[in-house]
């Protein structure tokens, strides 16, 4: 990546400047110090090995790049999937494999979801007695249908006896070992918002931090996060770290948003997705350089060649590429690159091949400024929350849910 006197802005931006020395500080969740304080989202069939070491090298890059770090912090948490914890305790093959991670990573982050304190207890304390985790990040953020439907995920914090017994659950059994956070949503709808009281439950039960992702389930993924419910929760929550998530595209809206909000850092989800150099423009901004200038397109495919690699090395076979051509979609979202490649890409099954389709791609085509800020991955919402019979009926129920919604996350 080339260095430029001053990076591009897109007209949200403009008069954005990096940060300033000592208008941010790190971030300690637990024993982690994090200097920027900037953390990978969990995504399902994306944050896997290969996808986390390329960001993580990135911002390493980033420190290089910037000269400036500090002493005894990481630039950045990068979370791997999520598990479930019913699975995870009763060893299902395909949730072991999605809990691995790299020989050398440090520390080891993971999301845990569950229903169940009972099976959160069990797999909590699996992970931390069998030294797999440094860290360990809950989910009841997820807005798809099929998990909220049986009270999972989004839709599980409206039942706060049931949010406070899980998450008193999980740090009892990492017995202060491992740092619990929590993840959730602004609430089910605008009618039904929950942020402030699962922020303040979270607190009370000793949990090392939170992270709101400024929608609600209502919203899936639509309209613009709405970063004034961070600043709420950040007055709401004292003593403990409060990341906001939403609508970072690039490196100038995280310190837009720590600015709006005070809040202590950030969480980057869709904005990372085919752009893993947004980490190293992150650990620039933070460290008070212009950001690095986004790659042009035959800089791109060096990058997308690379992951590939990883991919297939990490999974022993080039079957794997298969789950490479979501990322390879979202590494051209914006080029001029043409159908052609498009669905040529899609049905790559080697790496020649795909070294093969690179290649026909002009090297110096540069990514329109226009292109900065579309969405990659999901998309969808409005759309109504889908929710067990009766659900909105009693906030503070404190029966539990069947296990049936773990299983539809876990497919075991």
């Known amino acids: 990546m080339t260095d430029i ?15 300033s020395s000592g208008e941010f500080v790190p971030v300690s969740v637990g024993k982690i110090q994090l200097w920027p304080p900037v953390v990978l989202a969990p995504m399902a069939g994306v944050t896997d090995v290969p996808f986390r070491s390329l960001c993580r090298d990135f911002a390493e890059k980033g420190i290089s790049r910037a000269n400036s770090g500090v002493t005894g912090t990481i630039p950045g948490l990068f979370v791997n999937q999520m598990i479930t914890a019913r699975a995870f305790v009763n060893r299902n093959k395909k949730t072991m494999k999605l809990a691995e991670f790299g020989i050398d990573e ?18 909590v304390r699996q992970l931390v ?14 807005p798809v249908p099929k998990v909220t439907k049986h009270g999972g995920g989004g839709a599980l914090p409206f039942k706060r006896p049931l949010f406070r017994s899980i998450v008193a659950a999980s740090v009892s059994a990492a017995d202060g070992q491992v740092p619990i956070t929590v993840k959730f949503r602004m609430g089910i709808d605008d009618s039904h918002l929950t942020f402030l009281d699962a922020g303040e439950i979270t607190e009370e039960e000793g949990a090392a931090g939170v992270t709101l992702h400024a929608r609600t389930v209502e919203q899936l993924y639509s309209g613009h996060a709405r970063w004034d419910a961070i600043s709420l929760l950040k007055d709401h929550v004292r003593s403990i770290p409060v990341f906001g998530n939403g609508d970072i595209w690039e490196p100038f809206d995280a310190v837009r ?22 980490f190293q423009q992150l650990v620039e901004t ?7 200038v986004v790659p042009n397109l035959g800089e791109v495919a060096e990058v997308m060649l690379k992951h590939a690699n990883l991919v297939v090395e990490w999974h022993g076979t ?10 390879a979609s979202w590494y051209l979202t914006g080029f ?32 329109p400024l226009d292109a900065y800020r579309l969405p990659r991955s999901h998309k969808g919402g409005p759309k109504k929350a889908a929710l067990p019979e009766g659900w909105l009926d009693d906030p503070f129920s404190s029966s539990k849910l069947s296990a049936d919604a773990e299983q539809f996350v876990s497919g075991g």
């Open 5 to 19: 006197t001053a990076a591009l802005r897109t007209p949200v931006n403009e008069g954005v400047s990096p940060a």
């Open 106 to 123: 440090r520390p080891r982050s993971i999301q845990l979801y569950g229903t169940d304190p009972k099976y959160i207890e069990m797999a």
């Open 129 to 142: 007695e069998e030294e797999r985790v440094d860290h360990i990040d809950l989910n009841f953020g997820c």
């Open 257 to 278: 948003m720590l600015r709006a909000t005070k809040a202590d850092g950030v969480v980057i989800g869709r904005g990372c997705l085919g752009r893993p150099w947004l």
């Open 286 to 292: 933070f460290n008070g350089s212009e950001p690095s």
């Open 318 to 327: 080039e079957d794997a590429l298969r789950t490479f051509r979501k990322h």
């Open 336 to 367: 001029p690159a043409g159908s052609e490649i498009r669905r040529a890409i899609q049905q790559i099954k080697s790496l020649i091949e795909l070294e093969q389709v690179l290649e026909r791609l002009d090297p110096l085509v540069t990514l």
